[in-house]
């Protein structure tokens, strides 16, 4: 009986190292297949394949995005996703539109003629809860920049003694006149910036001096034929003063408030939620741009 076992037991134990070496051989086949399919897979145009997804529950409600963007350094990643062609990958063409002033795009993403914006951060909460002009329902769909504007002040006001706000605030007070500074927006981060370093220093910008809305384009402009003493702005418009010997910068932004939100990619909520798929393609192509 014995010998009868031991060979029952070395038979069953041939078996069983049989099937799992078929159990092997069958896994090791299917993953050679799969990793040759992801080879062939990555040999195909990326383009193609972003038609193969697009073409899916996920594709694109809108192809065609009109967004716009003030000349700014942090508008890059918007602009650079439509000139790289990155918009494509996604299923969607970006169309960037320049605009004139803060102003325009807020009243273009109210009426529809922009679907996005590369927009300040205040300047959609304040559309959106209705401060300083007609209210509407906003969506922030990303955060674009961080940090990077600045208060830049005349070299006539470096001449006269101010070097920074303390100084700037004993100049005020002991050579009395109408001091002018200028911001982007009401509701926009450069109206903050501005109020809050002016008060930090005992100086009331809404009492103490004149402040004015200018687009940051010609903010320089009108620094160098005297229309203002100081304003507060994105680059690259900081740097160009110093460039063009008009001005210097007195304060950074971030030196405010460290790592505060600037920009933002905009739209109003019933565009996002009427193209969902259209915004979370537009908000990856511009990420894909942004690295």
Request: charged share 20%; aromatic share 6%.
């Amino acid at each position: 009986m014995k010998p009868t076992i031991a060979s029952h037991s070395t038979d069953t134990a041939a078996r069983a190292e049989a099937g799992a070496d078929l159990g092997r051989r069958k896994w090791l086949g299917g993953t050679a297949r799969a990793v040759a399919g992801a080879g062939l897979l990555s040999l195909v145009d990326p383009l193609v394949r972003a038609g193969a997804w697009a073409a899916g529950t996920d594709a694109p409600e809108k192809t065609e995005v009109k967004i716009g963007f003030i000349p700014l350094t942090d508008c890059a990643s918007v602009v650079m996703a439509s000139v790289l062609g990155i918009d494509k990958k996604y299923g969607v063409t970006i169309q960037p539109s320049k605009e004139a002033s803060w102003a325009a795009v807020r009243d273009k993403l109210m009426n529809g003629e922009l679907d996005m914006a590369h927009v300040l951060y205040g300047l959609v909460y304040g559309v959106h809860v209705g401060i300083g002009g007609p209210r509407k329902d906003m969506a922030v769909l990303m955060g674009l920049s961080q940090n990077g504007q600045a208060i830049t002040l005349s070299n006539k006001l470096l001449e006269a003694g101010a070097r920074d706000g303390e100084s700037l605030a004993r100049l005020m007070a002991s050579e009395k006149r109408t001091y002018s500074y200028a911001h982007t927006f009401p509701t926009g981060t450069h109206a903050m910036w501005l109020y809050y370093w002016l008060a930090a220093y005992g100086v009331d910008p809404m009492k103490d001096a004149r402040v004015i809305t200018v687009p940051p384009p010609q903010m320089v402009a009108n620094m160098r034929v005297g229309n203002m003493d100081g304003y507060c702005v994105g680059e690259p418009w900081g740097a160009r003063a110093i460039q063009d010997r008009i001005g210097f910068t007195a304060v950074t932004s971030q030196a405010i408030w460290p790592e505060h939100p600037e920009k933002v990619l905009g739209a109003s909520a019933d565009f996002v939620a009427r193209h969902p798929n259209t915004a979370r393609a537009v908000t990856a192509a511009i990420l894909e741009a942004g690295k």
